[in-house]
């Protein structure tokens, strides 16, 4: 069976950091690049970073970039999401998702599997 689990949200105060982690079935993780995006309460799920297959590439939403740093180890099977200096404004749910393509997207439409979702809310 097809799944992707998170894990790792939580709360945690302004400045603070959060390691998210999403464990994939094997099918959903050999060759495929492997995102994060999140979604704000009454906001449209937002790509926050991307890693290709090989994790030779990665990508970042501009509001994280230099913060958040994502990552993944292939023999578990599993894609990290390192989130330091959090910022109110990153409360969000936390999507994994699995890119049809070994190659990084930041288009929703491109990745066809999806975890639950993580909530992570940061207080001021």
């Known amino acids: 069976q097809v799944q992707l689990v998170e894990s790792g949200g939580g709360l945690v105060q302004s400045g603070g950091s959060l390691r998210l982690s999403c464990a994939a079935s094997?099918?959903?993780?050999?060759?495929?690049?492997m995102g994060w995006f999140r979604q704000a309460p009454g906001k449209e799920r937002e790509f926050v970073a991307a890693i290709s297959w090989s994790g030779g590439s990665t990508s970042y939403a501009n509001s994280v970039k230099g913060r958040f740093t994502i990552s993944r180890d292939n023999a578990k099977n599993t894609v990290y999401l390192q989130m330091n200096n959090l910022k109110p404004e990153d409360t969000a749910v936390y999507y994994c998702?699995?890119?049809?393509?070994?190659?990084?997207?930041?288009?929703?439409?491109?990745?066809?599997?999806w975890g639950q979702g993580t909530q992570v809310t940061v207080s001021s």
């Open positions: 998702a699995a890119d049809r393509d070994s190659y990084i997207s930041v288009m929703a439409r491109d990745y066809d599997y």
């Open positions: 094997r099918g959903t993780f050999s060759r495929r690049a």
